[in-house]
């Protein structure tokens, strides 16, 4: 493992972790602390010993996560996020995107029976149609897309 306060210069292989708050995603120092501007970063070989030490950092300050991230830098999605045992259930991206495709498919089904209610009821009901099917519509589309969305940007 070897410190440094510029990680721009990674190998494929290598890996970084950065301990950022579980509520604000301020990135911490070792402290736990908010990080000033100069950050010093551990660079790992392996995705193992660097998954490791996070498990290591989120024991020692419970309330923040630890981020790996692998050459590519920080301007995607990190490699792995580790989170602490007693917030990890709430915290877990995938959990959130499983739920948000599941809340989004209900959504859309309901507004398929709600259309085909609609469609063979009376014309005085076609504001109620309006009102509630286009909001079951357009918030069951948002979260089915961003949950099947998080599952298809891992491949």
């Given at each position: 493992m070897n410190d440094g306060p510029a990680w721009e210069n990674l190998r494929p292989?290598?890996?970084?972790?950065?301990?950022s708050d579980l509520r604000t995603d301020?990135?911490?120092?070792?402290?736990?602390?908010?990080?000033?501007?100069?950050?010093?970063?551990?660079?790992?070989?392996?995705?193992?010993e660097a998954k490791q030490e996070a498990e290591a950092e989120v024991a020692r300050?419970?309330?923040?996560?630890?981020?790996i991230y692998d050459h590519k830098g920080r301007s995607g999605d990190p490699v792995r996020r580790?989170?602490?045992?007693?917030?990890q259930r709430?915290?877990?991206?995938?959990?959130?995107?499983?739920?948000?495709?599941?809340?989004?498919?209900s959504l859309l089904v309901a507004f398929i029976i709600w259309?085909?209610?609609?469609?063979?009821?009376?014309?005085?009901?076609?504001?109620?149609?309006?009102?509630l099917g286009m909001k079951l519509?357009?918030?069951g589309t948002i979260l089915f897309v961003r949950g099947v969305g998080f599952f298809l940007g891992r491949r």
């Open positions: 292989g290598q890996f970084v972790i950065f301990l301020v990135i911490l120092n070792d402290e736990g602390k908010p990080a000033g501007e100069a950050t010093l970063v551990s660079v790992f070989e392996s995705l193992a300050v419970p309330t923040a996560c630890a981020a580790v989170y602490h045992q007693s917030v709430r915290y877990d991206p995938e959990r959130r995107a499983r739920r948000d495709a599941w809340a989004g498919g259309s085909i209610a609609a469609a063979y009821s009376t014309d005085e009901h076609f504001l109620w149609f309006y009102i519509l357009v918030l």
